[in-house]
């Protein structure tokens, strides 16, 4: 046990030292190459920090741990929402593109929608079992492949206003170099925390179902807690916040994509709760983007996030 904890601690030092590497080396590259941080933050960072999510997924749905891999998907999109625009918002009002609040955001809610409607068979088309069938996936993937098309279309946007003046500029391959050492630190970092984490759960009886909303999806959303704080830190907001909406459109589509293309998952309709928070809280983020300061998630409103995140896991420790 004291093993385990010790290796937890160094996963942890690990994650947020990759963190800094991956945030500098995109900024950097977003600079070099007069691309918007929002793009970067939607792409680049995204997908290196939703690697952890990827890799437990697809493992827990190879061994038959469905709940585990619907699970850490959508608690770890809530986790992002909730627990990482909260911290990030407290460190640093994150003020965002116009884009970022009329499409990005809404697209993110969309892609949850799309979910809910794929996996509960029962209730939409009549069927006698709610699964993400490979069909399903392939929409998924599809709807992903739009995503991305936009986002290309934004890379031709000159940097915003909103990118931060004094961020260090790198060589073009010390930038990808350092984009690349975050990735694999951030990869190996979250391993070693998940890994430790649920060993310690295992030790004191928590149900599989608990440890994929909860240490799962934190664990794997360790690079995201950990690339947004610092961007936030670094008053880059738009990665702080491109990162958490990147990483949850890439969640939802791809890496549950992928997935049901691997081996179809039976749903259990007691996800569908959390698939209603993560909606929630999409639709009081939009609306917290657009009140008082407009674009802007204040301290208050970040702070109010972060209060539900904690009242969201209270109420499922005391469901178990």
Known sequence: MLLAVLLLLIGFVILIKGADFLVGGASSMAKKLNISSIAIGLTIVSFGTSAPEML????????????AAF????????????????????????VVLRNTVRYEVPLSLLAGLIL???????????????????????????????????????????????????????????????????????????????DNAIFIAEEYGISKKLIGLTILAV????????TSAVAAYKKN?????????????????????????????????????DIYIYGAATVALIIFMFTLNTRKLDRWEAFLLLISYFAYTIFLIGME
């Open 56 to 67: 437990v997924s697809v493992t827990s749905s190879l061994k038959g741990y469905n709940l």
């Open 71 to 94: 699970g850490n998907v959508i608690g770890s999109n809530n986790f992002n929402l909730l627990f990482i625009l909260g911290v990030a918002g407290i460190i640093y009002p994150l």
């Open 116 to 194: 809910y409607l794929l996996v509960n068979d029962v209730t939409f088309r009549g069927a006698e079992s709610n699964l993400l069938s490979r069909f399903d996936s392939f929409i998924l993937l599809a709807f992903f492949g739009l995503f991305m098309l936009y986002v290309y279309r934004t890379m031709s946007q000159s940097v915003d206003s909103n990118q931060n003046d004094s961020i260090k500029l790198y060589t073009t391959s010390v930038s990808i170099g350092l984009v690349l050492l975050g990735m694999a630190m951030l990869v190996g970092g979250g391993t070693l925390v998940v």
């Open 219 to 226: 664990g794997t959303s360790l690079p995201e807690l950990a």
């Open 237 to 273: 907001t738009d990665i702080a916040i491109g990162n958490v909406i990147g990483s949850n459109i890439f969640n939802l589509l791809f890496i549950l994509g992928i997935n049901g293309l691997i081996r179809p998952l039976p749903y259990d309709t007691v996800m569908n709760f």
